[in-house]
């Protein structure tokens, strides 16, 4: 009977600490805040995380021609917009003008985008 009584006790110890963290009340300023903080913290760990233009580089291998070039206008603003992301969009639009499955077309819609942000 003992056993069950230290384990009472040290069930309840656990359990009187969580109930104080969720019944804890804090203002909206706090809140706003931890939001930020957590925030922030996020984006500090993922600092390895992928470029986004590199989903849209994938669209450019899409049949359909409308999204090829949808994908040509937002990687061109971008490139114009985020200039730690230009070098990059440069160089993999280069390698994609290059392609020999891409139409006449494409490779130069294409090399005119690059033309245009460089």
Avoid at 93 to 102: E, H, I, M, R
Wanted: hydrophobic content about 35%; aromatic content about 8%.
């Amino acid at each position: 009977m003992s056993k069950k009584s230290l384990f009472k006790n040290f069930f309840s110890l656990f359990a009187d600490k969580k109930s104080v963290v969720v019944s804890k009340n804090i203002s909206k300023a706090e809140a706003i805040n931890l939001q930020q903080e957590y925030i922030a913290d996020s984006h500090a760990q993922n600092t390895d995380f992928l470029p986004p233009y590199l989903d849209i580089l994938k669209q450019l291998d899409d049949p359909k021609p409308e999204i090829f070039t949808a994908a040509l206008y937002y990687l061109g603003q971008i490139a114009r917009n985020e200039s730690h992301h230009r070098a990059g969009i440069i160089e993999k639009l280069t390698a994609k003008s290059n392609d020999k499955k891409l139409s006449d077309e494409q490779k130069k819609q294409i090399l005119q985008l690059l033309d245009t942000i460089k």
